[in-house]
C-alpha cells in the first residue's frame, strides 16, 4: 500500500526511478526496431493521409475544425500503429518473453511501449499541425494547451493500440481490429462533422469515445483557455490511465499462460 | 547446502490436463542441474514457472528463497534465461540488443560495455558485433541469446534446449562456455532432450514424464540402479533374425534389441548370457565380431522411466520444431 510518509521519506523514489528508466529504455529499443517498419508508414501515416484527402477534397472546411481534425488523427493512428505492431511482432517472434523473463512490470513494459507509441504520435502531429497552421494561417491562441492536448490524446491513442494487440491473436487481426476501431472513431469523433450536429445517439457514442475530446481540446486551445479545454484534457488523461490498465490485465491474461 | 531451486508441491492445469504434477526440487548453490524428459513431459511448464512467465495452479517455487510469484520481480534480477527460441531483435546487432538488455536488468554503461566485450570474445563473435543479428546463424544467435542472459551476473542460468537444432561447433562452444559459468559459481538449470549432453554436464539430473518427477539423483547413481541388469552388445557378421526367438526362452536373457547391426541383450546374468550367445552363434554358423557388456547409460535410465529412446525423442523434437515453423531462429 502506498502512503504518503512512503513518498515524503524518498522510500518509493528508487522503485519510482527503476520504473521510469526501464520505461524509457524499452521506449528507446521500439523506437529503434518498429519506428522504421513499413507497416508503421502504411497503417500510421498512409491510410489516415488517404482518408482525410478523401473526406476533404472539393469541400469548404474552415480552418477551426481542419487543424484539430486532421492533428487528432494524425496522432490517433501513428500514436496507435506503432504499439499495435510492436506487440504483436514481440507476441509472435517470442520477444515478448524477453521482456518478460527481465526485471520489469508488466506496468512498466507497457508504459514504455506506450512512451514509444506516443512519442511517434505527437512529432508526426506536431509537424502535422506546423504545416497545417501556416498553410491555413490559422490563429493559435493557446500553444502549450494545443501542445498538452497532443501529448495526452497521443499517450491516450498509444495505449489503446496496445490494449487492442494484446487481445488479439495475431498481427494481422490486430491491424484489422485497430482498423475497425479507428474508422468509425474519425466519422464521429469531430473530424470532418462537428459533434454537436450528430443524431443525438452517435453523439452520445462520440462522447464515449477519446478522439472526441482531443479534437474539441485542440479547438479550445486554439480559440483560448477555458474550462471545456480543461475537461477535455482531464478526460483524454483518464483515458490514458484506463487504457494503460486494461492492456497490463489482458496481456498478463494472455501471456502469463 | 542452501538450495538455490526448490519446488514443492509444484502444481500447473491447463482446463483439464495437468502439465506438471505436484512436482518437488531441490537445486544446490552452484550445481549443474539437468530436467530430462519427452516432448510434452512438462519440462517446459516447469522451467516457466520458476522463471516466472506462468503461475503454478498450486505449490511453490523458490529462487534462492525469494518466492517466484510474490518476488517475480527480485527472482528476475537473479536469474538469466535462455529460452528455446533465440528471441532477441533481429534488427538490432548483437551489441545494440546486449546494451538494451544491460540498460533493462540496470547494469551501469561502463559496466555492460566491459562485460558485453569479454563475452562477445568467448562466444567468437566479438568481430561481428556490429552486424544485424537478422544476418546471424541460428548457432551464432544462440551464442548471443546466452551472452545477453549472462550479462547481469545471474546467480542462476536457466536454459531450455539450448543445443537443439545447433551445429557441432556451436553445440560444443556452448557446452563448454556453460560449464565454465558453472564452474565459476552459477547454477544452471537445463533442459535437454540430448541426454548425453546431459550425461556429460550434469551434477544431477530429475526424470519428468507426464509432469511427475519419476527418478532424480546423479547420472552415476542413476546409472548404477540399472547395474543388476548387465546389457550385452554382440555383433555378428551377419543379421541373425532368429536370435530373439531361441535366447529369449532361456533364463538368463530378459530382453533382445537390434540397434543397427548390433544386438543388445538385457540380462540377469552375463556370463550365463555369453555362453548362450557363443552357443548360438556356433548353432547357426554365425561368426561374432564383438562382444562386450555394455555399462547401463543415461539413456537406458530415460528410457526405462519414459518408455522412450533417444532417437524417439529427438524425432518427437523434430516434429514439434517442424510444427513450430519458422519463427525459430
Known amino acids: ?65 481542419l487543424v484539430p481534425g486532421l492533428v487528432s ?7 496507435s500503429s506503432v504499439e499495435a505492431i510492436s506487440i504483436a511482432m514481440e507476441k509472435q517472434t517470442e520477444t515478448y518473453e524477453l521482456l518478460q523473463t527481465a526485471p520489469v512490470s508488466t506496468a512498466g513494459i507497457v508504459f514504455g511501449k506506450s512512451l514509444a507509441g506516443s512519442a511517434f504520435g505527437i512529432v508526426l502531429s506536431l509537424c502535422t499541425a506546423l504545416g497545417a497552421v501556416l498553410l491555413s494561417q490559422s490563429q493559435m491562441a493557446s500553444p502549450i494547451m494545443f501542445v498538452t492536448g497532443i501529448v495526452l ?27 475497425a476501431l479507428r474508422l468509425p472513431m474519425i466519422f464521429i469523433g469531430g473530424v470532418f462533422i462537428p459533434v454537436g450536429t450528430l443524431a443525438p445517439g452517435l453523439r452520445l457514442i462520440a462522447y464515449l469515445t477519446p478522439l472526441t475530446y482531443m479534437v474539441d481540446a485542440l479547438r479550445e486551445a486554439m480559440a483560448g483557455p477555458s474550462v471545456a479545454l480543461a475537461v477535455d484534457l482531464a478526460v483524454l488523461a ?14 498478463n491474461r494472455r501471456t502469463q499462460l | 547446502m542452501e538450495n538455490a531451486i526448490e519446488a514443492r508441491a509444484l502444481t500447473k492445469h491447463y482446463g483439464d490436463v495437468i502439465a506438471v504434477d505436484g512436482v518437488r526440487l531441490n537445486v544446490p ?32 517455487a523458490k ?35 546486449l546494451m538494451f538488455i544491460g540498460e533493462l536488468y540496470g547494469v551501469d554503461k561502463p559496466t555492460r560495455i566491459d562485460r558485453a566485450n569479454r563475452l562477445l570474445e568467448a562466444f567468437q563473435l566479438f568481430e561481428r558485433r556490429k552486424e544485424r543479428l537478422g544476418h546471424y546463424s541460428k548457432g551464432m544467435k544462440r551464442r548471443v541469446r546466452i551472452a545477453a542472459a549472462l ?6 542460468l536457466f536454459l531450455d534446449e539450448p543445443t537443439s537444432g545447433l551445429d557441432v561447433q556451436s553445440s560444443r562452444l556452448i557446452r563448454s562456455l556453460v560449464r565454465e559459468f558453472n564452474r565459476e559459481g552459477v547454477t544452471v538449470f537445463l533442459t535437454t532432450h540430448y541426454i548425453e549432453e546431459a550425461d556429460q554436464l550434469c551434477d544431477q539430473v530429475a526424470i519428468i514424464r507426464d509432469g511427475k518427477i519419476v527418478a532424480e539423483g546423479s547420472p552415476e547413481k542413476l546409472k548404477s540402479s540399472l547395474e543388476r541388469e548387465p546389457i550385452i552388445e554382440i555383433v555378428f557378421d551377419r543379421d ?67 518408455g522412450l529412446d533417444a532417437v524417439q525423442v529427438e524425432r518427437m523434437e523434430l516434429l514439434r520444431t517442424r510444427r513450430a515453423g519458422g519463427q525459430r531462429g
Open chain 1, 73 to 79: 488523427m494524425v496522432s490517433l493512428f501513428g500514436a
Open chain 1, 238 to 251: 483518464g483515458w490514458f490511465v484506463i487504457l494503460e490498465a486494461l492492456a497490463v490485465v489482458v496481456l
Open chain 1, 1 to 65: 500500500m502506498v502512503n504518503v510518509g512512503d513518498i515524503l521519506s524518498g522510500r518509493l523514489a528508487r522503485p519510482v526511478l527503476d520504473f521510469l528508466t526501464k520505461g524509457a529504455c524499452i521506449a528507446k529499443k521500439d523506437a529503434k526496431v518498429y519506428y522504421f517498419k513499413p507497416q508503421i508508414f502504411g497503417f500510421g501515416i498512409l491510410i489516415p493521409a488517404f482518408v482525410y484527402l478523401a473526406f476533404s477534397l472539393g469541400r469548404e472546411i474552415p480552418p477551426g475544425l
Open chain 2, 151 to 156: 550479462l547481469h551476473r545471474p546467480e542462476v
Open chain 2, 63 to 97: 529462487i534462492h528463497g525469494l518466492d517466484c510469484v510474490r518476488d517475480s520481480l527480485a527472482v528476475k534480477q537473479r536469474i538469466g534465461v535462455v529460452s528455446e527460441v533465440s528471441n532477441l531483435y533481429n534488427e538490432m546487432s548483437a551489441w545494440d540488443n
Open chain 1, 153 to 179: 490524446g497521443s499517450f491516450a491513442f498509444s495505449s489503446l493500440g496496445i490494449l487492442v494487440a494484446a487481445a488479439a491473436r495475431d498481427m494481422p487481426t490486430a491491424n484489422i481490429s485497430l482498423t
Open chain 2, 240 to 306: 541373425a533374425p532368429d536370435l530373439e526367438r531361441q535366447l529369449l526362452g532361456e533364463p538368463s536373457v530378459k530382453e533382445i534389441r537390434k540397434e543397427a547391426h548390433r544386438y543388445q541383450i538385457r540380462t540377469t546374468d552375463s556370463s550365463t548370457a555369453i555362453t548362450d550367445v557363443a552357443r548360438f552363434a556356433s548353432s547357426s554358423g554365425l561368426q561374432i565380431l564383438s562382444i562386450n557388456t555394455k555399462q547401463p547409460s543415461l539413456e537406458d535410465v530415460f528410457l526405462k522411466h519414459t
Open chain 2, 29 to 60: 548453490k552452484g550445481e549443474f542441474f539437468g530436467l530430462l524428459g519427452p516432448n510434452g513431459a512438462g519440462k517446459t511448464t516447469t522451467i516457466r514457472i520458476l522463471t516466472g512467465l506462468t503461475k503454478p495452479t498450486s505449490g511453490t
